[in-house]
C-alpha cells in the first residue's frame, strides 16, 4: 500500500515536472521519442521507490537525474551494436546541472516542436498533450475519441517526421514567433474547446481533465514567454488565459442535475466560480491596459475575453451590455470575417436591434453543416412566432450536435414549441 | 549537413509556355527563379536544380521481370505532376521551409519539402 501522502507527491510530481524532464532529456539527447521513454521510465523508478525510500528532497531534479541515466542505459545498450552513431550522444553524460531559467527555456522549445505548422493539426494537438501535458496514450485516445492504437500511430508518426525532417528544438526566430505562437494557442484552444463542448455519446458534457489541462498548459506558456507584456504575442496569450479562465468559470452553471445545457441567460450566476470570474476579469484588464498604453491592437483572444468580460459582469443576463458585445464582435469580424464569428454576432445584434434584423444576418451565412447555425435560427424564429419553421431548425440543430447536454436543451426547447402555427399565438 | 528535396507540382495540362499562362507570365518566373538558384549557390545551399519536361514525354520502364518492359507515359495518372525540383542543402526543416517558400514564390508554383535519408537513418533501418 502507498501511502497517500507519497501518491499525491507523485501526482503532483508528475503534473509539475513532467514537461521540464521531456524538455530537458530532448535537449540532452536531441530526440523526442527517447526523451518521452526515459521520462515514462523515471517516473516508473518512482512509483516503485518513492513508496519505499520517501519522497526525495527535489523531486524534480530527482526525476531529470534517474531518466537522463535510463536515456544513457538505453543508448548504451544500442551501442552495442552502433557505436559509432551513439558516441556523441554519451558524451553529454556528464553535463552539468542545467541553470533554472534555461530548463523553462526548453519546455517553451518543447511547446514549439509539438505545434510546429508542418505536422497535421491532428498530431500537434496529441504530441502537446503527450510531451508537454504528460497524458498517457489511453488517455488522449479517450479525450478524442478514437481507437488507442489509432491515437498511438499518430504520435509515433509524428515523432518520427519530427525526427526525419529535421523539426528544429528550438525557439521560432522574432520574425516567425507571433505566427507560432498563433499556431500554439490554436491548439491550446483546440484543447480546452473538446474539453468544453466534449462530443460523442455517453461523453460527460464538459471533460474537466481537458479544459484544467488547457489553461495550465496556457499558463505555462504565458510564464516562459520572453518578451516585453506589451507584444501582441504576450497580449493573446492573456488574452486565451482570461477567455479560459471566464468560460471555465461558468461551467459548472452551464449544465443542469439532468445533464441539459443551461444558456447563458438562464444559469444561475450565484454558480459561479468566483475566483475565476475576477483572474479573468484582471486579465482582461491587464490586456486593456497594454492596449491602451499604445501596445498593438487586441487580437481575436483578446476580443473574445473581452467578450466574456462584458457577460460575466453582468449580475443578472438583463443588465449585460449588448451594444458592447456587438462592438466588440464587429471589430472581431474585422480581423477574422468568417461566417461563425458573424454568426456568434447574430445573437448579440438580436439583443440590440430584434430578432428579425438578426435573422435576416444568419439567413446570408453558409453554415448550413453547422449546428449551431440551426440552433440560432431556431430561437430567432421562435421569438418571431414563426413555429414550424423554428421547428425545422432545431430538428436539424439536433441532428447536427454532439455534445449530449446540447441535444438534451435543444429536444427541450423543440418540445416546448408546443402546438403547429396556427395555435402558436402568433401575432399575424 | 542534411539534404531535402523540393519539388514543384504543376498542372497536368501545359501551355506553349509550360505552366504559365503567358510568355511574359513564363519570362518572370524564369528570371525570379534564376534569382533565386543564384541566392541558394551564394549561401552555400544549392545542390542541384532542374526543370522537368512534361509529364506525357515520360516512359515507365519495369525492369523487374526477366525483360524490362517499357510504358508510354507517366507512372500515375493525375491532375498534377512533377514540374521540376531542388535538392538543397539545410540545417533543419524551418531553413528548408523558408527556401522552399522562396522558391514557390518565384517559381509560382506549391513545393513539396521531403527530406532526404541520412546515413544515421538508414544506419537505424539496418540495425532494426
Known amino acids: ?428 | 549537413m542534411p539534404q531535402y528535396l523540393l519539388s514543384v507540382h504543376g498542372p497536368a495540362e501545359r501551355t506553349p509556355f509550360g505552366a504559365y499562362a503567358s510568355k511574359e507570365d513564363m519570362l518572370e518566373a524564369f528570371a525570379e527563379t534564376g534569382a533565386f538558384n543564384d541566392r541558394l549557390v551564394a549561401d552555400g545551399s544549392f545542390v542541384f536544380a532542374g526543370g522537368l519536361a512534361e509529364a506525357a514525354t515520360a516512359t515507365v520502364v519495369d525492369g523487374t521481370g526477366d525483360q524490362p518492359v517499357l510504358t508510354d507515359g507517366p507512372y500515375l495518372e493525375a491532375k498534377e505532376y512533377l514540374g521540376g525540383f531542388w535538392v538543397v542543402e539545410a540545417p533543419d526543416l524551418d531553413v528548408a521551409l523558408r527556401l522552399a517558400a522562396e522558391g514557390s514564390r518565384a517559381c509560382r508554383g506549391k513545393v513539396e519539402v521531403r527530406p532526404f535519408q541520412t546515413p544515421e537513418s538508414v544506419q537505424e533501418m539496418l540495425d532494426s
Open chain 1, 1 to 428: 500500500m502507498t501511502p497517500p501522502a507519497v501518491d499525491e507527491a507523485i501526482t503532483r510530481a508528475h503534473r509539475e515536472e513532467w514537461a521540464r524532464v521531456v524538455a530537458t532529456l530532448t535537449r540532452r539527447f536531441g530526440d523526442l521519442g527517447t526523451a518521452e521513454d526515459a521520462a515514462a521510465e523515471a517516473f516508473a523508478t518512482a512509483v516503485e521507490r518513492w513508496p519505499r525510500d520517501g519522497v526525495p528532497p527535489n523531486p524534480g531534479a530527482w526525476l531529470t537525474t534517474t531518466a537522463a541515466r535510463k536515456a544513457i542505459d538505453r543508448l548504451r545498450r544500442e551501442s552495442r551494436r552502433d557505436a559509432k552513431h551513439q558516441e556523441a550522444r554519451l558524451l553529454f553524460e556528464d553535463d552539468p546541472p542545467t541553470p533554472r531559467g534555461a530548463i523553462d527555456d526548453d519546455r517553451l522549445r518543447l511547446v514549439f516542436t509539438c505545434c510546429h505548422p508542418a505536422l497535421s493539426p491532428e498530431a500537434r494537438v496529441a504530441l502537446t498533450l503527450r510531451m508537454v501535458g504528460g497524458l498517457t496514450v489511453p488517455e488522449i485516445a479517450r479525450a478524442f475519441l478514437v481507437q488507442e492504437a489509432t491515437m498511438g500511430q499518430r504520435i509515433t508518426r509524428a515523432k518520427a517526421k519530427i525526427r526525419a525532417a529535421r523539426i528544429p528544438y528550438r525557439l521560432p526566430t522574432a520574425e516567425d514567433l507571433q505566427a507560432r505562437l498563433d499556431g500554439v494557442l490554436t491548439v491550446l484552444f483546440l484543447v480546452f474547446n473538446e474539453g468544453y463542448l466534449a462530443t460523442g455519446p455517453g461523453t460527460d458534457p464538459i471533460r474537466h481533465d481537458l479544459t484544467a489541462e488547457a489553461i495550465r498548459l496556457t499558463r505555462l506558456v504565458r510564464d516562459l514567454l520572453p518578451g516585453p507584456g506589451g507584444s501582441t504575442a504576450a497580449g493573446e496569450v492573456t488574452g486565451l488565459l482570461a477567455l479560459m479562465l471566464l468560460t471555465e468559470a461558468r461551467g459548472r452553471a452551464r449544465v443542469s442535475a439532468a445533464g441539459e445545457l443551461v444558456t447563458l441567460d438562464e444559469q444561475d450566476r450565484g454558480a459561479w466560480d468566483r475566483d475565476l470570474v475576477d483572474e479573468g476579469h484582471r486579465l482582461v484588464r491587464e490586456t486593456l491596459a497594454a492596449v491602451a498604453a499604445g501596445g498593438p491592437p487586441p487580437g481575436r483572444y483578446q476580443l473574445l475575453a473581452a467578450i466574456n468580460a462584458v457577460h460575466t459582469d453582468a449580475r443578472d443576463a438583463r443588465d449585460t451590455d449588448w451594444a458592447q458585445v456587438v462592438a466588440l464582435y464587429d471589430r472581431l469580424a474585422r480581423l477574422d470575417p468568417s461566417p461563425v464569428v458573424a454568426l456568434n454576432r447574430a445573437v448579440a445584434v438580436a439583443e440590440v436591434d430584434g430578432p428579425d434584423v438578426a435573422l435576416a444576418l444568419v439567413d446570408r451565412l453558409p453554415l448550413e453543416a453547422y449546428h449551431a447555425f440551426h440552433a440560432t435560427r431556431a430561437e430567432l424564429l421562435r421569438r418571431l412566432g414563426r413555429s414550424t419553421e423554428a421547428r425545422a431548425a432545431y430538428d436539424r440543430a439536433i441532428e447536427l450536435a454532439g455534445n449530449t447536454a446540447e441535444v438534451a436543451y435543444l429536444t427541450r426547447r423543440r418540445g416546448q414549441l408546443g402546438a403547429p402555427e396556427a395555435t402558436s399565438g402568433r401575432t399575424t
